[in-house]
């Protein structure tokens, strides 16, 4: 997140794409007058309570509790730098103020902020995560010129987990394959996805994935778009593919229902927030798919 970058032709908005920041290196020692806080608590962030929900808190805002918690350095937004203060488990929050998981802010905060707020939670896990060595046990520190936590004793540097995971639009004509797992809402549908495996490329991950669910296989896998995906640490690689052959046939395990659908009986879909949304919105609309 360091260089300065135009997304005005990128196919996706992606949401949750903490663009707002840049982070300038090295990490000073101490924290720079004029810090802004992001106040993480579990899966959450700390908000005041009523319609004024700006993510941010300056120093002399934060509660006491805050001296016990990890500081982390996010970046800086213009000439600001920000940081995530993790709340320490048990920590009561003070009255006036409320805890929002991430989903709840969108479209309650500008997609800029909730970005940030997501990034804040990731940073979060992954310091709590990085807290000890992998190797010796010894307690880690950040390390001040990247984004990782460094080992003193054995010098193993951690960086950020990141999981990569594929999601894909089959189209079948003037149809499209959507599927239903059992962890959505009632009648909620989406396209086909699933982590990347160790020894695979991406192209191979969709056909893998594709097969293992619904037991088709696809042909001409294009790339669409890509989304940080904060639930906890995916990068969501989107593609299209068509259908090439096969008959639908659901595992029963990630996948409970599958069918093919056209624009004018489509189920209930994804949250706008989600690249599976956007893939399924770009082939209704006929546009960014390559056709």
């Given amino acids: 997140m360091n260089a300065t970058i135009s997304h005005q032709h990128f196919t996706h908005h992606a949401v949750f794409a903490a663009h707002a920041l840049s982070a300038r290196f090295p990490i000073p020692l101490e924290i720079p007058p004029g810090a802004l806080f992001v106040l993480v608590f579990g899966h959450g962030i700390v908000l005041p309570e009523g319609r004024d929900q700006r993510i941010f808190w300056e120093k002399s805002a934060l509660p006491g509790a805050c001296a016990a918690g990890q500081t982390e350095y996010l970046g800086h937004r213009g000439d ?6 993790t709340l320490p488990d048990g920590t009561v929050v003070p009255g006036g103020r409320i805890v929002s998981n991430i989903r709840e802010l969108y479209g309650q905060v500008p997609d800029e ?3 940030i707020a997501s990034y804040a939670v990731r940073i979060s896990c992954s310091a709590a995560a990085s807290r000890f060595c992998g190797r010796c046990g010894h307690t880690t520190e950040p390390a001040r010129t990247e984004r990782a936590w ?9 960086y950020p987990r990141i999981s990569p995971a594929i999601i894909v639009l089959i ?3 003037e149809e499209i394959l959507l599927a239903r797992s059992p962890r959505f809402p009632p009648e909620r549908y989406s396209v086909i996805a699933g982590f990347a495996e160790p020894g695979e490329t991406l192209e191979h991950a969709v056909c893998r994935e594709v097969q293992e669910e619904v037991g088709i296989s696809v042909k001409n896998i294009r790339y669409f778009a890509s989304e940080p995906w904060p639930f906890p640490d995916s990068l969501m690689i989107g593609f299209t593919a068509e259908y090439d052959a096969g008959e639908v046939t659901i595992d029963n395990n990630e996948i409970v229902s599958a069918g093919w659908y056209r624009r004018e009986n489509l189920p209930d879909l994804p949250a706008p927030m989600s690249i599976s949304r956007a893939l399924i919105d770009g082939w209704i609309q006929r546009k960014g798919l390559g056709r």
């Avoid at 600001?80 to 203060?85: K, L, N, Q």
């Avoid at 460094?150 to 951690?158: K, T």
């Fill in 113 to 115: 902020d909730l970005a």
């Fill in 80 to 85: 600001i730098p920000w940081y995530a203060v």
């Fill in 171 to 173: 189209m079948r004509g």
């Fill in 150 to 158: 460094r080992c003193p004793a054995c010098g193993l540097v951690v």
